[in-house]
Nanobody
Framework: QVQLAESGGGLVQAGGSLRLSCAVSGRTFSTYVMGWFRQAPGKEREFVAGIRWGGSSPNYADSVKGRVTISRDNANTVYLQMNSLKPEDTAVYYC??????????????????WGQGTQVTVSS
């Protein structure tokens, strides 16, 4: 069992930055993928970024590439640093775990554990 808890969301003006955190507890393996997803009203949940629990293979959606960095520390926290935010980045952001031992999945249904989400609102 893995538990996830996001924090760090809020209201920011366009062009600003936010850092989201996801505290992870429970048993994990280095091959697990830690993902960040987002869901805007009326839209499907979409992949934003992912990284292996071991810290390798960061992967980003084209819509955020160059503006977002995913990382983790040694205290079992995964971060999503978001810069140059745009109004279209407004969504509830979720962290998730894919208990994979190979591959790198980008679809929400392939992930096994989810946090409760944190709201990010970018004003124009």
């Amino acid at each position: 069992q893995v538990q996830l808890a996001e924090s760090g969301g809020g209201l920011v003006q366009a062009g600003g930055s936010l850092r989201l955190s996801c505290a992870v507890s429970g048993r994990t393996f280095s091959t697990y993928v830690m993902g960040w997803f987002r869901q805007a009203p009326g839209k499907e949940r979409e992949f934003v970024a992912g990284i292996r629990w071991g810290g390798s293979s960061p992967n980003y959606a084209d819509s955020v590439k160059g503006r977002v960095t995913i990382s983790r520390d040694n205290a079992n926290t995964v971060y999503l640093q978001m810069n140059s935010l745009k109004p279209e980045d407004t969504a509830v952001y979720y962290c998730a775990v894919d208990r994979t031992f190979s591959g790198f999945h980008l679809r929400a249904y392939e992930y096994d554990y989810w946090g409760q989400g944190t709201q990010v609102t970018v004003s124009s």
